[in-house]
């Protein structure tokens, strides 16, 4: 069965960093797989947040968290992590990772262009 799990959630203050994990069970996250993170806050419809493309290395970010989260893999681990650094309040909301199979260079930023996702860790930036 295939299966995303993600970690690293959690409060933090407003400048404060937090490490998102995405790991795959039942399959080899990083065997081609374009992996996303999303997030959607209260209220508020998901949006994509950044993306990598294990089989290019192509990475993207959306303009809110450019030059300050990163994507990056972890072969060792069979998982896709997303940090975040100087996290502000509108960073706040539920953090899923997706997958898919994606056979152009770069890696999507639309939701439903994943097939796979996993249940969300939540994220609250507050003072």
């Known amino acids: 069965q295939v299966q995303l799990v993600e970690s690293g959630g959690g409060p933090v203050q407003p400048g404060g960093s937090l490490r998102l994990s995405c790991g795959g069970s039942?399959?080899?996250?990083?065997?081609?797989?374009?992996v996303g993170w999303f997030r959607q806050a209260p209220g508020k419809e998901r949006e994509g947040v950044a993306c990598?493309?294990?089989?290019?290395?192509?990475?993207r970010f959306v303009d809110a968290v450019m030059g300050r989260f990163t994507i990056s893999r972890d072969n060792a681990k069979n998982m896709v992590a997303l940090q975040m650094k100087r996290l502000e309040f509108e960073d706040t909301g539920v953090y899923s990772c997706?997958?898919?199979?994606?056979?152009?260079?770069?890696?999507?930023?639309?939701?439903?262009?994943?097939?796979?996702w996993g249940q969300g860790t939540q994220v609250t930036v507050s003072s």
């Open positions: 039942g399959f080899a996250l990083l065997d081609g797989y374009s």
């Open positions: 990598i493309n294990t089989r290019t290395g192509s990475l």
């Open positions: 997706a997958a898919v199979k994606y056979g152009e260079f770069g890696c999507p930023l639309v939701s439903n262009e994943y097939d796979f």
